[in-house]
Antibody
Framework: QLQLQESGSGLVKPSQTLSLTCAVSGGSISSGGYSWSWIRQPPGKGLEWIGYIYHSGSTYYNPSLKSRVTISVDRSKNQFSLKLSSVTAADTAVYYC????????WGQGTLVTVSS | DIQMTQSPSSLSASVGDRVTITCQASQDISNYLNWYQQKPGKAPKLLIYDASNLETGVPSRFSGSGSGTDFTFTISSLQPEDIATYYCQQYDNLPRTFGQGTRLEIK
């Protein structure tokens, strides 16, 4: 069955760029009709949708983060990635990847801490 | 952005109780509304999609209803394993938005 797995840096310094990758297994990221999303959850708080990408490369970013977010896809590796620039402590969160539009499949999440 | 308002924010109930959570959208989202369950340290799990459809493998004690702006999520007979935080989420408009969550505890 479809599985998603996040990986990347768990500790990022303020003002630097957070980079995460979501590896997709058990299915192709190029399957039509699906979006591939990033969602985050600060410790003890609710869920915030960051944005998505389609296999074609088209993207949509949450306006609250748009100036700092880039989501890309690597079809050859069956994965998609998140970059968030100019991070601050407010970006400390568990970051999840998921397949949409109905978010039926999620990765297990990865904690990213922003600290010097 | 469409605002999703869940109530209550927390709820304490006994095993066997019927539990109801509501979610109100700030504008009409038709039936593009999903419900998720999140247990501590775990990723959210989809329970209900398109307002009233039970995801495969989810127990039938979970149900959802509503359309437009007002939605309801119900657990017909609360079980100990249902202790979790529940979120609604709309996907009618971009950006996708979640409710603030309802924390469910056992009395």
């Amino acid at each position: 069955q479809l599985q998603l797995q996040e990986s990347g840096s768990g500790l990022v310094k303020p003002s630097q760029t957070l980079s995460l990758t979501c590896a997709v297994s058990g299915g192709s990221i190029s399957s039509g009709g699906y979006s591939w999303s990033w969602i985050r959850q600060p410790p003890g708080k609710g869920l915030e949708w960051i944005g998505y990408i389609y296999h074609s490369g088209s993207t949509y970013y949450n306006p609250s983060l748009k100036s700092r977010v880039t989501i890309s896809v690597d079809r050859s590796k069956n994965q998609f990635s998140l970059k968030l620039s100019s991070v601050t402590a407010a970006d400390t969160a568990v970051y999840y990847c998921a397949r949409g539009p109905i978010l039926a499949t999620w990765g297990q999440g990865t904690l990213v801490t922003v600290s010097s | 952005d469409i605002q999703m308002t869940q109530s209550p924010s927390s709820l304490s109930a006994s095993v066997g109780d019927r539990v109801t959570i509501t979610c109100q959208a700030s504008q009409d989202i038709s039936n593009y509304l999903n419900w998720y369950q999140q247990k501590p340290g775990k990723a959210p799990k989809l329970l209900i999609y398109d307002a009233s459809n039970l995801e495969t493998g989810v127990p039938s004690r979970f149900s959802g209803s509503g359309s437009g702006t007002d939605f309801t999520f119900t657990i017909s007979s609360l079980q100990p394993e249902d202790i979790a935080t529940y979120y609604c989420q709309q996907y009618d408009n971009l950006p996708r938005t979640f409710g603030q969550g309802t924390r469910l505890e056992i009395k």
